[in-house]
């Protein structure tokens, strides 16, 4: 990561600000915040991942795992562009013990478990293992979903981010990029 000191100074000030608006959101739980600017850092640094899942509201239909970053998401004026720039839409089933990914579909050819601007920067990786530290905390023993994407090879980018965390599929239709995909965590 190239980056000048005052550049390093605004993604300061954004990080800082984002950080202080999730810590004032009583509905968001930060899960894990790095701040160092490593250099060739892998997932881009400094960035916070954070949710609103909460397991004492099972009325919620869905929860999310974002992950935020101020590498290359500041405007001209100092302040963060998004709020995220990872989302990681999921529903909780208490009672079965699972987990059901909700979103996972493609635009064009990158997928929204990173916009497009952050691909390969290792924030889905981020989401995912967040998703699995909270599947274990809460006994969840199967995590599942489906992926719908445009076509063959943007399946097979999703199915090696899930493979590397032990996720099987089952391929409904290569050609169209339809699957699903499993994940069995010991009881």
Do not use: C
Request: charged content about 20%; overall charge negative; hydrophobic content about 40%.
């Amino acid at each position: 990561m190239d980056v000048s000191q005052e550049q390093l100074k605004i993604m300061g000030k954004a990080y800082q600000e984002r950080l202080a608006a999730i810590e004032a959101n009583s509905r968001l739980t930060i899960l894990d915040k790095v701040v160092d600017y490593s250099a060739d850092s892998q997932p881009v640094t400094p960035y916070i991942v954070y949710t609103d899942f909460n397991r004492a509201q099972l009325n919620e239909k869905s929860s999310s795992i974002f992950v935020y970053t101020a590498y290359e998401n500041v405007d001209k004026y100092g302040h963060s562009k998004t709020d995220y720039q990872n989302e990681l839409l999921f529903e909780y089933d208490a009672w079965a013990k699972a987990i059901h990914i909700t979103v996972l579909e493609t635009l064009g050819a990158e997928s929204q478990l990173a916009f497009y601007d952050f691909q390969n920067h290792g924030l889905a990786q981020l989401s995912l293992r967040y998703l699995l530290k909270i599947a274990r905390a809460n006994q969840v023993v199967k995590i599942d979903g489906n992926v719908s994407s445009f076509d063959g090879e943007s399946l097979k980018k999703v199915m090696a981010l899930f493979e590397k965390f032990g996720f099987e599929f089952k391929i409904q239709n290569a050609q169209q990029g339809l699957a699903s995909f499993y994940l069995t965590l010991a009881e």
